[in-house]
């Protein structure tokens, strides 16, 4: 039997953070990580056309929390990234959130003040007091035209399931712009680390009180290890249960297959991300990473995601159905003493990055608190 102080499964940011900051207060930590990497989705490396590209995807940093942009700051240098995003609709190019360009060029307006383009969306949309579903979200929003050209097949090709199939969450928080602004976030703090996420990970786990076992499946190896103050597990929370309350209807998750090409030439697309929000092709996005921190090589990598059934889980799928599977996952996890579930998979929740740290901070200080009142009662 092996003793640790805490102990963390998954070195993604909840596992990373959660790590340094008993590390930090003297406790010894054991982090077990079935991939062969830390950094979890956040991993990139430098590929063989000597371009910094992330294995899972383009992730984007971004947040208003003051708390969180100081606590990454610590272990990286950031450089200003302002991330946009456009789309092919039909046979044109427009920015994505949609602003007042994307309805000029899809429907020939002439939209040039904010005043106008809310009456335009005002004209259009279907008004919905509380929508039920992410259909209802969108046509709410914008409309029947955008929610037709923009988001209906998109998100059916990104779920797997129309807007009406899933919570008005998914799509409730898309973000529409009255003005000219076609930067995909709003944020105070919009950034990307210097040299990649890789590092700063590497810098968040390098204090000596922490241990990483790679290439080790948590559920191989737990009977060896006991006595733990703590143990945080950030992963899919119906597999730390075997999955007792999924044997006939399983928690759902979304997968994505990136596909990787190599192309002799300097750029293939004008902008780092463009969406495909049509039927036309199967995947939903092309990221060339080439364009992410000015970087230089003679050919170029471009990704190519098709979201899939199978495979490593990404996104929980929100809709009823899965929320009443969860619950009883949650429900049992409850009942777990010493034992947390943090992350996306293991609260069956989606999180943006930033918010990703800020609940792995809080957690933190919120354990620390109880902890210290409780020893200060004992003692």
């Known amino acids: 039997m092996k003793q640790v102080d805490i102990l963390i499964i998954g070195a993604g940011i909840s596992g990373s953070v959660l790590a340094e900051r008993y590390a930090s207060i003297g406790k010894k930590v054991l982090i077990i990580e079935k ?16 371009i910094l590209v992330s294995k899972y995807g383009a992730h984007l940093f971004h947040t208003n929390e003051e708390s969180v942009w100081n606590y990454v700051n610590q272990f990286s240098d950031w450089y200003p990234w302002e991330h946009k995003v456009i789309a092919r609709v039909d046979d044109k190019t427009v920015p994505i959130p949609v602003n ?27 008004p919905i007091e509380k929508p039920a579903n992410g259909e209802e979200a969108v046509l709410n929003r914008v409309g029947s035209v955008l929610y037709e050209k923009m988001f209906k097949h998109y998100t059916k090709k990104q779920w797997d399931k129309y807007p009406a199939e899933l919570d008005a969450s998914v799509l ?71 999955f007792k309350h999924s044997l006939t209807e399983k928690l759902e998750y979304r997968s994505i297959n990136f596909v990787s090409e190599t192309i002799n030439t300097e750029f293939f697309q004008e902008n780092s991300v463009v969406n495909y929000p049509g039927t036309e092709v199967e995947f939903t996005r092309i990221i060339e990473y080439k364009h992410f921190g000015n970087q230089k090589s003679e050919k170029t990598t471009v990704v190519r995601e098709y979201t899939v ?7 929980p799928v929100p809709n009823p159905r899965n929320a009443e ?55």
């Not at 991939?35 to 000597?50: L, P, Q, S, T, V």
């Not at 020939?108 to 335009?120: F, K």
């Not at 010493?338 to 943006?352: E, I, M, P, T």
């Open 172 to 242: 409730d928080r898309i973000p529409v712009r009255y003005n000219y602004d076609d930067r995909y976030f709003s944020d105070t703090y919009q950034a990307l680390p210097q040299g990649g996420y890789t590092q700063l990970f590497e810098n968040i786990v390098k204090h000596p009180n922490i241990e990483i076992l790679l290439d080790t499946d948590y559920f191989d190896v737990k009977e060896q290890y006991t006595g733990y103050e703590k143990l945080f597990y950030t992963g899919p929370v119906d597999r730390f249960f075997d």
């Open 100 to 126: 007042i360009t994307t309805v000029n060029r899809l429907f020939g307006t002439d939209i040039n003040s904010e005043q106008q383009m809310i009456s335009w969306l005002e004209e259009n949309r279907t």
């Open 309 to 315: 059934d199978e495979g490593e889980p990404y996104y």
């Open 325 to 379: 599977i969860y619950k009883k996952y949650k429900d049992e996890a409850e009942k777990l003493l010493d034992v947390h579930f943090v992350g996306r998979l293991a609260n069956y929740k989606y999180f943006n990055m930033d918010q990703a740290f800020k609940n792995a901070l809080d957690l933190f200080d919120t354990l620390e608190k109880k902890d210290k009142i409780t020893y200060k009662t004992a003692g």
């Open 35 to 50: 991939r062969n990497h830390i950094a979890g989705n956040c991993y990139d490396y430098i590929d063989e056309n000597n």
